[in-house]
């Protein structure tokens, strides 16, 4: 613990780092969660709702003064390019939204048209743009799509481009949603302490929907006290 608090604070001085995690490997051992003393996962419905309260919930673990290193494996990824239909101005230009889908598919992902054989194999012939035009999301307002009537039609005219961050995959846990979160204790606290208050932050920030299940070493650690406090009052019994 003194080892890591050293090295917390000289790393943690390193520009443009964004966060510093010290982990004990000794508590993962061959299991399958990350082996921090406190670990537990935050589980709903809606996904970005979950994003919102695991930011929130971080900065209170953190200004509690119980635990430390605290982090989550909730990841923003590569950006994503949404192309959302206008279907209003579709139907009244003729366009169907399957078209949309076929003409963007084929020009982008491109669109297998034949084969040939060379040297005893097979090949595909695919049929797309060349990569200087497909290369922006701004290159998918320039395509054009055949309407109903035969006419073409600009993308442009029929659909709206976003662009976002996103995730790389979705964690779901027992057929939620589920974001992980874990930290390290802080020197001089107790497990304990900074468990009873993850459950009091739980209580106060997360709303209906919406709660967080203990993991790992947090669990091992809660089944282990009430297993002892079971003996404790048998044995005083016997």
């Not at 598919?105 to 048209?113: E, F, M, Q, T, V």
């Not at 442009?156 to 964690?171: A, D, G, H, R, Y």
Request: net charge positive; proline share 3%; aromatic share 6%.
């Amino acid at each position: 613990m003194e080892v890591s608090s050293a090295l917390r604070k000289e790393i943690s001085t390193i520009p443009g780092l964004k966060r510093a995690v010290a982990q004990d490997l000794s508590l993962a051992g061959f299991a399958s969660h990350r082996g921090f003393p406190i670990e537990f996962t935050l589980r709903g419905a809606d996904w970005d709702k979950l994003g919102e309260l695991s930011e929130t919930f971080l900065k209170k673990m953190e200004s509690s003064g119980l635990m430390a290193d605290a982090d989550s494996d909730y990841q923003i990824g590569m950006p994503e390019v949404k192309v959302i239909p206008d279907r209003k101005r579709a139907a009244e230009r003729g366009v169907s939204i399957a078209s949309i889908g076929n003409t963007i598919n084929a020009l982008i992902g491109g669109a297998r048209i034949g084969k040939y054989s060379r040297g005893g194999r097979r090949y595909d012939i695919r049929l797309r743009l060349v990569s200087k035009d497909r290369r922006r999301p701004e290159d998918i307002k320039k395509m054009w799509v055949r309407n109903n009537r035969g006419e073409m039609i600009c993308l442009s005219e029929v659909v709206q481009i976003v662009q976002k961050p996103t995730l790389l995959s979705i964690t779901r846990k027992n057929r939620e949603r589920a974001i992980n979160i874990f930290a390290n204790v802080a020197p001089g606290k107790s497990q304990g302490e900074a468990l009873q208050a993850v459950e009091k932050i739980a209580k106060e920030t997360l709303p209906e929907g919406y709660h967080a299940v203990l993991s790992g070493s947090s669990q091992t650690f809660k089944e282990s006290f009430q297993s002892l406090l079971f003996a404790l009052l048998f044995g005083i019994l016997v």
